[in-house]
């Protein structure tokens, strides 16, 4: 007992005066009625209080204390003989069940899906109120009746092998069918559960049941949406190819008809009327070479990938042919890696990638600057990580976000040709090879562009 109330031997007086100093204020007048009352023989002394443990610590402790009087030949009372049990682990435990049970009900109470404990037979003992809602039932009229009243006849089958699930490993599920709404109507759900012992030893089946209504009403609508997308989209497709494949023969003609006017009428026509006759020729060319990107964006989006291995080396060699010209006239610089691997993808597509950005890498330079081109590569687990850097006049913080949409020029004609969607392109060709690209430039220093290329893909 010393030890219990953290007392001094030393200084211990009085049993009684020592024992009620020590409980706490609140549960003082409590205990010491429980010692009248055992004293005037009303009731054993059996009582649970806290006390104060002033001497050390001056923390709370839980006590459950027991007594027995002594009592004369009499009757009158000599003495209490008892014990007191440290019970504060016993009643934190007790606490911390009580918050548990409180947030557990308060889980039950607001849960956004039917919770529901039936008992052995099927009858409903307890539901919240997302069960309430969709159900159509209150708690009190469904706690008269059965599971089976909520089960279409026609889903016996199925509940037959859902219980023989409970009875062989106390759960079912989880499992897709219908619900009888109080006025009559079915709608989807979806089951889960499994069965519970509750304290008294009786066992009860726990069910969480979603109401799938909504979600089922939503993907309706999504569907449908997606249909009519899908739908839209085939037929932009398709207009594209067919503008962009019809429209080039009547440019074809316009130009050549503007280059025979002026082949033929040079000398009777004026400075004025040519210059004309030139804007027209160009402005022509210019939507050819729309019409051409246009259909080359079309394509990308509508071709199937069919994956096939891609010797990078030999593809930027025919690459760097293709640009001879221009390498030559602006005297580029070019630096390979001694070994460039062999990825997996679409080679016409993938030239695509590598014409554009060194291309740009080219075109997209200072006057009088001699263009430096560097490819490197990296290898990790799963992709391959291809760079190509340029020297070039870098692109502005301003246009980072935009750069990879389609029609973005960041540049006027006059200054730098293009149709604005070359790298809109790209990005969609590095997207269907299921990869990703970006890319850090630093204005009047130059950019680089990383695109990363997946290992081992496999047709589809």
Avoid: C
């Avoid at 953290?6 to 706490?24: H, M, P, R, S």
């Avoid at 809602?133 to 009243?149: A, P, V």
């Avoid at 089960?151 to 619900?179: A, F, I, N, R, W």
């Amino acid at each position: 007992m010393y030890h219990l109330y953290e007392l001094d031997q030393t200084d211990f007086v009085d049993v009684y005066d020592a024992w009620a100093n020590a409980i706490y204020p609140d549960d003082r007048d409590a205990a010491e009625a429980a010692v009248k009352a055992a004293i005037d023989g009303i009731k054993p002394f059996d009582v649970e209080f806290r006390i104060i443990t002033i001497t050390k610590t001056g923390a709370i402790k839980y006590m459950h204390g027991t007594a027995n009087v002594v009592r004369d030949m009499k009757g009158d009372a000599l003495r209490m003989v008892g014990v007191n049990k440290d019970i504060t682990a016993e009643k934190e435990a007790y606490r911390r069940l009580l918050i548990s049970e409180r947030q557990l009900k308060a889980f039950f109470d607001i849960a956004p899906i039917g919770i529901a404990r039936n008992d052995m037979d099927g009858k409903f003992v307890e539901i919240n109120s997302e069960f309430e809602r969709f159900i159509g039932y209150t708690k009190e009229e469904l706690n008269e009746l059965s599971y089976w009243h909520l089960t279409p006849q026609e889903y016996q089958e199925q509940e037959d092998v859902q219980l023989k699930s409970l009875q062989d490993h106390g759960k079912y599920g989880p499992y897709k069918k219908e619900y009888i709404h109080k006025d009559g109507h079915r709608f989807p759900v979806l089951l889960h559960g499994q069965i519970l012992q509750s304290l008294d030893g009786k066992n009860y089946i726990w069910s969480t049941v979603q109401d799938l209504s909504r979600i089922e009403q939503t993907q309706k609508k999504l569907m449908s949406s997606l249909e009519q997308l899908t739908s839209s989209n085939d037929e932009l497709k398709r207009f594209a190819y067919v503008a962009s494949h019809d429209l080039q023969e009547p440019l074809r003609v316009i130009m050549s008809y503007l280059q025979l006017i002026e082949l033929s009428a040079k000398e009777a026509l004026d400075d004025k009327s040519l210059d004309y006759i030139q804007r027209a020729f160009k402005a022509s060319k210019r939507m050819r070479d729309l019409i051409i990107d246009l259909l080359s964006f079309s394509r990308v989006e509508s071709k199937r990938i069919k994956f096939m291995p891609v010797a990078l080396s030999n593809m930027i060699e025919v690459v760097l042919d293709d640009l001879s010209l221009a390498i030559k006239q602006k005297n580029v610089i070019v630096n390979l890696p001694d070994n460039l691997p062999t990825v997996s993808g679409d080679p016409g597509q993938l030239q695509r990638v590598f014409l554009n950005l060194i291309g740009n890498g080219i075109k997209f330079q200072k006057q009088d600057s001699q263009p430096v081109i560097d490819i490197h590569y990296k290898e990790t687990k799963k992709h391959y990580e291809i760079s190509i850097t340029d020297n070039g006049i870098g692109i502005e913080d301003e246009y980072k976000d935009r750069v990879f949409e389609i029609f973005q020029r960041l540049h006027t004609r006059e200054d730098y040709s293009g149709t604005g969607i070359g790298l809109s392109i790209v990005k969609k060709i590095i997207k269907k090879h299921n990869g990703d690209i970006w890319f850090n430039s630093e204005l009047g220093h130059g950019t680089t562009f990383t695109f990363t290329l997946p290992k081992n893909q496999e047709n589809g």
